[in-house]
């Protein structure tokens, strides 16, 4: 079993930073994928950014040059910083872990933009 615990979530103003993260734990070994995804209210969740284990990243057109995606293998924590908030970026956002092909989410951590 892989258990992931994220925290960082709060609210924030618009043009405010917020850092999350992301920490994994358990049956761990073979990690590939690591990303964050959002759900906002109402909606369908939506990829946001992951990254590999070799590093290379996938970003949404709407935070690119906003946020960050990075991980650090030795913690297995996966990280996400978000410069320039917007009201749209409100949201629930999810960790998700690909170990061996199986995807574990973590609990989701609440992002309130407030313009």
């Known amino acids: 079993q892989v258990q992931l615990v994220e925290s960082g979530g709060g609210l924030v103003q618009a043009g405010g930073s917020l850092r999350l993260s992301c920490a994994a734990s358990?049956?761990?070994?073979?990690?590939?994928?690591m990303g964050w995804y959002r759900q906002p209210s109402g909606k369908a969740r939506e990829l946001v950014t992951t990254?590999?284990?070799?590093?290379?990243?996938t970003t949404a057109d709407s935070v690119k040059g906003r946020f960050t995606i990075s991980r650090d293998n030795a913690k297995n924590t996966v990280y996400l910083q978000m410069n320039s908030l917007k009201a749209e970026d409100t949201a629930v956002y999810y960790c998700?872990?690909?170990?061996?092909?199986?995807?574990?989410w973590g609990q989701g951590t609440q992002v309130t933009v407030s313009s």
């Open positions: 990254i590999t284990s070799g590093g290379s990243t």
């Open positions: 358990g049956s761990i070994y073979g990690i590939s994928a």
């Open positions: 998700r872990v690909v170990v061996w092909g199986t995807s574990y």
